[in-house]
């Protein structure tokens, strides 16, 4: 296959019906026009999916999206973007080597199981993931289940606290547990935004399309799920135990009316013309990650360009997905695939009114709450660094400890010290508190932000320590917002090869942020 046949076309993508706990699916089948609808186990679909389920008896290859290209090979969505990823993904994707944005859809008869999902940090340390998983539900349609209409639960209310929630995760309080969380009635045509680690449940009855983060981790609160559905521990913690079960979630509380605000989402409108409407029902501004939008219309319509990947859903009727030189068509209730090179990309309806909902990958900004929520290190600035040492020995048992000066007598590491070359020295330890370091720091010679900090504020806590990946783009961040480089260098001894830096974050925040690269 040379990929650049296939780069700058539209890729309908084929039907992938998965297995799930909960059951349902009838209305599914009818969605999609498919023969003998029927409720069951198969209820729901990977509509563009690189990532597999994480069922325990899962087949080979199961959940990751398949196209039919033009010549006829059957290939996955993962293993067509690997041929050319620049091309297929955009330059600002590339280093990903993955769709960025997912989409699936269920339909439920039963209320879902207590669940969570782990936000980005949580995955990459605990499960190694490189993705957690924030989701965004359009509901599709509806039914009334045992009389009552349709809802979802989501977030937890006011009062509950980690302790609470364990102690009735431990007794398998199921009531008391849904109790504690709020309870939203849904519509066809809503739209509802869950964040990674928020508690939630979809109720019955619902058909719903969820665009989210590529990644399937669901850590399940509720063992005895239904009458012949029990999970295993591992289908509930994935190894980690129920402790990291309970980690897992995000204990933030909300109000009946902050929950709604956080929620339940309102469109926003592009653009109208006289045979199309464009609006925004999932912004960046609300879900970070990714964004969506919905276009309704009756005439052709032209879609804005955009420097990067997306995907699309057919949620009402057929469409054509044209491009120069190439048309592809996809049926109600398919995902389609639209690479980079997919430029001049106009939606023609097959027949009457059709809606289309558009998903785009992150803009490219770093997620400060994946950067800043798990500190490595703790600073401290001291007088008498030996003194400091025999103290944390002789009376608190504190040691043995790793001492290192700055630089390294036989070094000439590269120093800057507000923007001009620096010349600074200083002697540090490192004692390991558990996850955190402990670094002890005393000041020797040359001018440098420690002594002009002991100036101002005198000893004790400088500074907390972050790793990141893109430490351009979190420089860009902090500098945006206030907080320039004032001090920086590089690392030596076991990190060397890396760059640290400190930013002016005391007055605000009540220590400087230090950052390094992973």
Not at 347 to 356: A, H, K, S
Request: overall charge negative; glycine content about 8%.
């Amino acid at each position: 296959m040379n990929p650049a046949q296939y780069c700058n076309i539209p890729h309908v993508l084929e039907l992938n019906r998965v297995k799930r706990a909960y059951h349902g699916g009838k209305l599914l089948d009818i969605w999609q026009g498919l023969d003998n609808p029927q409720d069951g186990n198969f209820s729901e679909e990977f509509l563009i999916s690189t990532v597999e389920v994480t069922n325990q008896d899962k087949a080979n290859e199961e959940g990751l999206s398949k196209t039919v290209l033009p010549d006829g090979e059957v290939k996955t969505l993962s293993r067509l973007i690997s041929q050319d990823y620049l091309s297929f993904l955009g330059k600002k994707y590339a280093e990903k080597k993955d769709v960025c944005v997912s989409a699936r859809v269920g339909d439920t008869i039963d209320r879902h199981v207590l669940q969570c999902h782990p936000d980005t940090t949580f995955a990459r340390k605990r499960l190694g993931f490189p993705n957690g998983k924030s989701e965004a539900w359009y509901i599709v349609e509806t039914r009334d289940i045992d009389g009552e209409g349709p809802y979802l639960y989501a977030g937890f209310k006011p009062g509950v606290t980690k302790e609470l929630w364990t102690h009735l995760f431990n007794k398998q309080d199921i009531p008391s547990m849904l109790k504690c969380m709020h309870k939203i009635p849904v519509h066809v045509g809503g739209v509802y935004f869950v964040s990674a680690g928020m508690p939630h449940c979809m109720g019955p009855g619902n058909v719903f399309l969820e665009v989210h983060e590529p990644c399937d981790y669901t850590f399940r609160a509720e063992k005895n799920y239904l009458p012949d559905r029990t999970f295993s521990d591992y289908e509930m913690n994935y190894g980690l135990g129920m402790d990291g079960l309970m980690d897992a979630f995000h204990y933030e509380t909300y109000t009946e009316e902050e929950i709604l605000q956080k929620c339940v989402l309102e469109p926003s409108t592009l653009f109208e013309t006289e045979g199309a409407r464009a609006e925004t029902i999932v912004s960046y501004r609300q879900a970070k990650r990714f964004q969506v939008e919905k276009y309704t219309f009756t005439s052709d319509v032209t879609v804005p360009a955009f420097d990067g990947h997306r995907i699309a859903i057919t949620v009402k009727g057929a469409c054509k997905f044209s491009v120069p030189g190439y048309t592809a068509e996809a049926a109600q209730g398919r995902g389609v695939f639209l690479p980079h090179g997919a430029e001049k990309l106009t939606l023609q309806p097959v027949d009457g009114e059709t809606i289309v909902l558009l998903c785009y990958p992150p803009d490219g900004k770093i997620f400060p709450e994946d950067v800043f929520r798990n500190p490595i290190q703790v600073g401290v600035l001291v007088k008498d660094l030996d003194r400091y040492l025999q103290k944390l020995q002789s009376v608190f048992g504190i040691g043995p400890f790793r001492i290192a000066e700055y630089p390294p007598k036989d070094e000439v590491p590269y120093r800057e010290y507000h923007g001009k070359k620096g010349n600074f020295t200083a002697k540090f330890c490192f004692y390991h508190l558990g996850n955190i370091e402990l670094e002890l720091i005393q000041p020797i010679s040359g001018e440098n932000i420690w002594d002009d900090f002991i100036g101002k504020h005198g000893y004790g806590l400088h500074h907390i320590k972050f790793l990141t990946t893109d430490a351009k783009a979190v420089e860009e961040h902090l500098k945006a917002n206030g907080y320039p480089v004032y001090q920086q260098g590089a690392a030596v001894g076991p990190n060397k090869g890396r760059v640290w830096q400190f930013y002016p974050t005391y007055e605000d925040i009540g220590f400087d942020v230090e950052m390094m690269n992973e």
